[in-house]
């Protein structure tokens, strides 16, 4: 407020006669001679107060800084006036004073205020108050209501969001009612404040708080001392190893389990999240045997197993805002699920199978990487021990020369007539070489087998009849080196090359070789397995573990040939040949290992019909059969790489392998 006028009470000037007016001066003292001495009377002359009811029509609230109208100044008793109002006030009328003459040689002293220090504002409040003062949802749940109440509101409200992301897929205004809004979430979880602004009084208004959460990120997490996750090298996402992680791990039970983690945009804790966890399209196939539920399309819930499903369907976040649950998957190799999470469980509920199958997960909704089933498949390969130098499985014949015919039955070669019997079959040794009396050695073209007598032996070069009563020793080809295929020392360690892991791959198969302790390299050497009388009994004789549901193994030795019959010599004319046997009773097999060298022709590909035969065999520990074709086929051919769809549905059904 502004006072103008200089209110001089005491007033010096000089001396003066009325009526002399001194103009503005408010209170002033006037003179003049009565009776010969002075007198002296106070009057009002011009008294005047100009002044501003306020500077403005608003009066702004220190505690929440929010504007207030003024509706009136009351300024003492000098009245009552409109918020920024220029007041020109004539006054004070003080009717007494102007007549205030004491009478003759009488004085009197009076005094008179003016109250302009008792001022206040008149104000008008608007009260608006928003219901609830709080609220939070989640992307993809309810639509949130909001409702004002007050006084001075006559137009009622106008309502805002802030930060305003309607724009951008946040949270929108349904309607900017008077009185009332709905406030729709949509696909931005973040902290809003609801502001209603008196549509009247628009400088005033009230907000509050409103929070729409949503599921950042869902992802699969290693449980605590189960192999690490790591990534699917076939589908991308993520893989897990749910079997044993040794022969004798204790905590088989674990291995299946996998964290599902959620993250939750705002922070905030103790907030629950749900999950559902769905088993996915097999993006290996899509078409029968392995995948036959496609139809028209990539469906889901074809997994051959059955999984142990969430240990719970929410969880609450942490002080880290994630919000943990626990899954069991199956134990089926190929078998895959995506988890699911969101703030809102009746948006998560309503998630359909086929939404999952196309893509359309709705909003507020988020989904994992997918998580792949693989089976490690242990290999127990172990091998014969080393040849015998005696002994009815020694790998070679002696005695003496009986005789020796040159040029015979041809010019360039000679007969020795032997004074024992050759064990195996005509032509064994055919290939091979003899040591007569310890120093001299001649290729040998071909043998005898006969019944009663004894067994010659054709060689090449001209053998001197000096060596009759000589001793030899006589070596199949088997001891021969052939190009740059050595012969096969035992023991053997067989191989399956990359082969052996690219062809399970394609069954989600992960094939991994046993701790060295279970490796037995002196399983006792035979030259020839019989099939009927000595596979059974040889062949898996050193087996130490057993095949399991959660422990896929087979069993393969390292053996040195098969039976005579089908051991590849001699090596002309039809010569018949196994390389390999199997039994998927037993989860064993054995691998021919000298047999396969003499196969083994491509240099560049020095253990091929090994690596196939070996990944042949353990298919048919699995179920696999010939008829299957592929890798399958008789015989391990070497064209052939992978299993056919038959094999792998095989492969996959396995409870144990």
Known sequence: MEFKGNAAVNYNGSVSNHPTIFDNVGWVRGTTLAHGEWGAYLWVIQNQIAFKSSTSAWWRVSTNGFPVAITNVIVGSLGTYPATTDVVDIGPHLDEATNNFPGNNQSESREFYVDITNVYYQLIIPDIWITPRSAMTCVGGSNVQFVVTGTNIPLGVSWSLIPDLSGSGGAEILSNGAWRTEIMPENVGTNYIVRATSKVYTNFCDQVSLTVLKVESIEWETYPGNTALDTCPKNGGKRILPDKQTPTDSSAADRKKVRIKAKITPAVSGQTVYFRVFDVDDPSSSASPVDSNDGSGATGADNYGTDGGLSETSATTDSSDYATVQFTVSMQPGDNFRAFASCSDSALNALTQSEVDSGSIPAGIEQSDMLTVWRRLWLEFDSMGTWPSSGDEKNFDEGL?????????????????????????????????????????????????????????????????????????????????????????????????????????????????????????????????????????????????????????????????????????????????????????????????????????????????????????????????????????????????????????????????
């Open 401 to 657: 020369i009986d005789s020796v015919l040159t040029n015979t039955p041809q010019q360039g070669q000679s007969t020795l007539n032997l004074n024992n019997k050759l064990t195996d079959e005509a032509d064994r040794y055919e290939g091979g070489f003899i040591v007569i009396d310890g120093n001299i050695t001649n290729t040998v073209l071909n043998n005898t087998d006969n019944l009663v007598y004894d067994d010659d032996v054709v060689v090449a070069g001209i053998v001197s009849t000096s060596v009759v009563g000589k001793t030899y020793t006589i070596y199949d080809d088997d001891a021969v080196q052939i190009g740059s295929r050595a012969p096969r020392m035992m023991p053997y360690t067989l191989s399956g090359g990359t082969l052996i892991n690219t062809a399970f791959a394609d069954a989600y198969i992960k094939p991994e070789s046993v701790p060295a302790e279970y490796i037995d390299n002196d399983v006792p050497f035979n030259r020839n397995l019989e099939g009927v009388i000595e596979w059974p009994s040889v062949v898996g004789s050193h087996k130490d573990l057993s095949d399991a549901e959660d422990f896929w193994l087979v069993y393969l030795l390292a053996a040195y040939q098969s039976e005579v019959a089908t051991d590849y010599d001699p090596d002309t004319g039809n010569p018949q040949i196994i390389k390999g046997e199997a039994q998927d009773a037993f989860n064993r097999g054995a691998i021919y290992v000298e047999p396969i060298r003499e196969l083994e022709n491509v240099p560049v590909y020095p253990r091929q019909e090994e690596e196939h035969s070996v990944v042949h065999e353990i298919g048919h520990e699995g179920g696999g059969s010939h008829s299957d074709g592929g890798i399958m086929a008789d015989g391990a051919p070497v064209n052939e790489n992978q299993f056919t769809p038959l094999t792998i549905k095989t492969f996959r059904e396995e409870q144990s392998f």
